[in-house]
């Protein structure tokens, strides 16, 4: 059974840093990209970041020049360092895995909150 387990969140004063992780276990595909997206209450769902296999990444331009996607092919797991965090990256973090097979559905974590506050 394929697991994401997102963890690392939490609150954190503004200017301040969290990291997240993301450990995908039961896979039994090629994973495509990893990534990072978020959803603020009322909003939707958005990218914060991806990695592929090979490395390339990709970034929303709010969060570019603070945080940084990284990832560890033989574990399955992909981290997201954010720095000088403030109130607007106020959200839930979920974790999702793209198989190389187009045929095969994303994945998606259950979920991990970020509330940035004084």
């Known amino acids: 059974q394929v697991q994401l387990v997102e963890s690392g969140g939490g609150l954190v004063q503004p200017g301040g840093s969290l990291r997240l992780s993301c450990a995908a276990s039961g896979i039994t595909f090629s994973i495509n990209a990893m990534g990072w997206y978020r959803q603020a209450p009322g909003k939707q769902r958005e990218l914060v970041a991806t990695?592929?296999?090979?490395?390339?990444?990709d970034y929303a331009d709010s969060v570019k020049g603070r945080f940084t996607i990284s990832r560890d092919n033989a574990k399955n797991t992909v981290y997201l360092q954010m720095n000088t965090l403030n109130p607007e990256d106020t959200a839930v973090y979920y974790c999702?895995?793209?198989?190389?097979?187009?045929?095969?559905?994303?994945?998606w974590g259950r979920g991990t909150q970020v509330t940035v506050s004084s």
């Open positions: 999702n895995v793209r198989p190389v097979a187009s045929w095969r559905p994303d994945l």
């Open positions: 990695v592929t296999a090979g490395g390339r990444t």
